[in-house]
């Protein structure tokens, strides 16, 4: 796998309460060359660390005690107290269902993984955040990135404007 982006110059956050798969996504990560990895094992712990450090991109099981990945993202993208409503947050679960990836995608989720993963797969979610980064959409419903993945041509009179 020859990775395009230099992933040494971007700062990682992994959010997992299972030391095991934590692991997993972390050595991944130093496989595709990154060296600036975080590990934590709850949302309040991320928080602090999202509080004090410079973190580029989130990464966070769906399932942990207390508060869990979904109450955590939207936390991060709807609260006043967030540190970051911008950051990329890539959702970790083994529930694939089409029922957990919309879920997360309407609470604001920039990208989702099942598990068991790969390399491939991540490294292809961390392209897609990084090289193809979607711009943020604040509506009185939704905050986060852009649902819509491609850019269909519609000129019918219902068309809704970007600047809506």
Request: aromatic share 10%; hydrophobic share 40%.
């Amino acid at each position: 796998m020859n990775a395009k982006i230099d992933f040494s110059k971007i700062s990682f956050l992994i959010v997992d309460g299972d030391k095991i798969s934590a692991q997993v996504v972390y050595d991944t990560l130093a496989y595709l060359g990154a060296s600036h990895i975080q590990r934590v094992k709850s949302p309040n712990n991320a928080f602090d660390v999202l509080r004090t450090e410079k973190i580029d991109i989130v990464i966070c099981e769906w399932r942990l005690r207390g508060m869990d990945g979904l109450e955590f993202l939207d936390v991060m993208r709807n609260s006043t107290n967030s540190p970051n409503r911008f950051i990329p947050v890539i959702m970790l679960t083994a529930h694939s269902e089409m029922r957990y990836v919309t879920t997360a995608r309407d609470l604001g989720i920039t990208e989702f993984l099942a598990k068991p993963f790969n390399a491939k797969a991540l490294y292809s979610r961390l392209v897609s955040v990084i090289a193809r980064p979607r711009r943020f959409i604040n509506t009185g419903t939704y905050f986060g990135p852009d649902r819509r993945r491609r850019q269909v041509q519609f000129d019918g009179p219902d068309r809704r404007s970007l600047d809506e």
